[in-house]
């Protein structure tokens, strides 16, 4: 069986950067930071009290106001996100305005083959937390839950809440792999399109994790920076002085098409999806393998499906979180598989800017590859000064530290890696007919 190609035709995004792609990009390209002081709760008891937030955030100049009742924050991200994308798709004739119903929207395509693939890595916390706080308060009364307090919560919900807003009655569900979701979640939706089950895949991730139980279990873990007196300068991978990673929300997506599909459509394509990767470290609950085994794994695996070389790839955007172990270990990773090509490529973390948004991460990071590979620019690494150098990290590598670089990018590598010893990887490079 001969596997169909699959491009790339529409973009979205809600960041800590932005809240559209425009935004996001700019911003990663110009080395903004997103951190700043938590204003969603009170963190006056909390180790850490900054984080990456979606700034400016009113879900309801873009969904319904009913409709967006019925949604936690994170799903909101992942509506926002994708209504982006479809409308710079053109999936429907007017995908800019959510509020009438469904049958409003004069679907551009078969609404049978499009699917939609929209991944989390925790859900909906913030409800969870509402609800069963909420019950403490006024146990004496009772259960009384809220009637959506479940299709709120539950993680798979914004690929239903995206399904039914647009009646897109492909495919339909969302992964849940830790903060290689999203990435899983591509991956998957790239093999659907390969393999002939959907023309047309929404796909992405979102999470909004800022919560009393997020911060609060992740401090409780020592995973987080606690560097409250310089939270913009808190998120710096590949430094020594690294104290943990920022939590970062929000949600991005992306529009993978058949390619004879969009060219019939006359689609704009941004870049061409080849390949993708998975892995399991099998080692422990949440740190990587000191020797970076799994990450190994998951990049030679993307590189086989892809049927690349090592030398074939410019830019690698890595998982790059900024914590003591991951760090290291990622790199020996790169220096295994790439050996001589690792000298000649691009890597960097754009995590140093947006915080790392859990299971939205590999969307977001998928996007950045996209755009870097369209417009011959590696993002930046912030937050590394001279002399903060780790002696378990070779800086023989080009991290593209600080400033952005403009180079040729033929193909991009994205790496995701999630607590459990979860491992994707997913591959973009220039579009040719």
Not at 67 to 94: G, P, S, T
Not at 267 to 279: F, L, R
């Amino acid at each position: 069986m001969e596997l169909k190609r699959v491009v790339v035709t529409g973009l979205g995004a809600i960041t800590p950067l932005g809240n559209d792609v425009e935004t996001t990009w700019k911003s990663l390209i110009n080395g903004v930071n997103g951190a700043g002081p938590i204003t969603l709760f009170d963190t006056s008891k909390f180790k850490t009290q900054f984080a990456c937030e979606v700034k400016d955030f009113d879900p309801t100049i873009h969904i319904d106001k009913k409709e967006a009742k019925k949604m936690d924050r994170y799903a909101q991200f992942a509506v926002i996100a994708a209504k982006e994308a479809i409308a710079d798709a053109r999936l429907v004739e007017d995908a800019s305005v959510m509020k009438e119903t469904p049958s409003g929207k004069q679907p551009l395509v078969d609404t049978n083959r499009v699917g939609v693939v929209f991944s989390s890595g925790i859900g909906g916390i913030a409800t969870f937390e509402q609800e069963v706080g909420n019950y403490f308060q006024n146990e004496d009364k009772g259960p009384r839950l809220n009637p959506y307090f479940i299709p709120k919560m539950i993680g798979d919900i914004a690929a239903g809440h995206i399904s039914i807003l647009y009646g897109f009655r492909g495919p339909n569900y969302g992964i849940v792999s830790a903060c290689a979701s999203s990435t899983n979640g591509t991956v998957s939706a790239f093999d659907l399109i390969r393999l002939g089950k959907a023309d047309a895949i929404v796909t992405g991730g979102a999470e909004a994790a800022i919560t009393v139980a997020g911060i609060g279990g992740f401090n409780a873990m020592h995973a987080l920076s606690v560097r409250n007196d310089s939270p913009e300068t808190a998120s710096r991978p590949f430094s020594a002085s690294r104290d943990g990673f920022v939590m970062g929300e929000g949600g991005a997506c992306l529009v993978l098409e058949e390619l004879e599909h969009a060219l019939a459509r006359g689609a704009k394509i941004y870049a061409e999806v080849v390949g993708g990767g998975a892995s399991g470290d099998a080692y422990h609950l949440t740190a990587s393998h000191p020797d970076g085994i799994g990450a190994i794994l998951v990049m030679q695996n993307a590189l086989a499906d892809a049927h690349m070389k090592p030398s074939d790839i410019d830019y690698i955007n890595v998982h790059g979180t900024s914590t003591p172990v991951g760090d290291p270990s990622e790199v020996k990773a790169i220096k295994e598989v790439f050996g001589e090509s690792a000298y000649k490529l691009n890597i960097s973390s754009t995590k140093s800017m947006t915080g790392h948004m859990l299971g939205a991460a590999g969307a977001v990071e998928a996007l950045a590859c996209i755009l870097a590979v369209q417009n011959d620019i590696v993002p930046p690494t912030i937050n590394h000064t001279p002399g903060d150098d780790d002696a378990e990290i070779d800086y023989d590598l080009n991290y593209t530290f600080n400033t952005a670089e403009k180079r040729p990018v033929r193909a991009a590598l994205s790496n995701t890696f999630g607590f459990g010893g979860h491992n994707a990887c997913i591959i973009v490079k220039k579009f040719v007919k």
